[in-house]
Antibody, heavy 118, light 107 residues
Framework: QVQLVQSGAEVKNPGSSVKVSCKASGDSFTSYIFTWVRQAPGQGLEWMGR??????????AQKFQGRVTITADKSTTSRTAYMELTSLRSEDTAMYYCETDWGNFNFWGQGTLVTVSS | DIQMTQSPSSLSASVGDRVTITCRAS??????LGWYQQRPGETPKRLIY???SLQSGVPSRFSGSGSGTEFTLTISSLQPEDFATYYC?????????FGQGTKLEIK
């Protein structure tokens, strides 16, 4: 079993940045792959990007290219991922989720609500 | 980017009904597709992976099929807890992409 625990809710001003963390607990020998998904209020799920720490690869959705950076801690078994979004605007108000697979199982963090408001 | 077109966008049905939701990919994605259920206020939950494999613990009334560009999620006999929004997700090619969702409501 894997549990993903995300950092707490954030309120940010337009133009600022936010960094959300996601820590995996469970199998200590696994290097996790982390995916970030967001959901604006009343809207659908939106894939933002994925990091594979063991390969050193990161892929982003074109929509967020240049504004989003996904990283993971540098330990041998990366268990914490981060998603930083810059130049925030009101349309970035959303719930941000991390998710991972472990074998054929799929796990989601509890979500982090980011509110962008002046 | 691969576009995932889900239909219908909303669906009204009764307990006991059989319902089918379709996802079409703008290009072939083999069977690299999952189906997710999201109830209001909850995090998404994957029901089906690899297009047709039932996630452990998911009731057998859920089934998935398809390959290439056409995929379906079928619920054989709707239960009250199935009224939710359903999404498909392709993970064949980066960026991965979700369908726009199908909201399943009680008739």
């Amino acid at each position: 079993q894997v549990q993903l625990v995300q950092s707490g809710a954030e309120v940010k001003n337009p133009g600022s940045s936010v960094k959300v963390s996601c820590k995996a607990s469970g199998d200590s020998f696994t290097s996790y792959i982390f995916t970030w998904v967001r959901q604006a209020p009343g809207q659908g799920l939106e894939w933002m990007g994925r990091i594979i720490p063991s390969l050193g690869t990161v892929n982003y959705a074109q929509k967020f290219q240049g504004r989003v950076t996904i990283t993971a801690d540098k330990s041998t078994t990366s268990r914490t991922a981060y998603m930083e979004l810059t130049s925030l605007r009101s349309e970035d108000t959303a719930m941000y989720y991390c998710e991972t697979d472990w074998g054929n199982f799929n796990f989601w963090g509890q979500g982090t609500l980011v509110t962008v408001s002046s | 980017d691969i576009q995932m077109t889900q239909s219908p966008s909303s669906l009204s049905a009764s307990v006991g009904d059989r319902v089918t939701i379709t996802c079409r990919a703008s290009q072939g994605i083999r069977n690299d597709l999952g189906w997710y259920q999201q109830r209001p206020g909850e995090t998404p939950k994957r029901l089906i992976y690899a297009a047709s494999s039932l996630q452990s613990g998911v009731p057998s009334r859920f089934s998935g099929s398809g390959s290439g560009t056409e995929f379906t999620l079928t619920i054989s006999s709707l239960q009250p807890e199935d009224f939710a929004t359903y999404y498909c997700l392709q993970h064949n090619t980066y960026p991965h992409t979700f369908g726009q969702g199908t909201k399943l409501e009680i008739k």
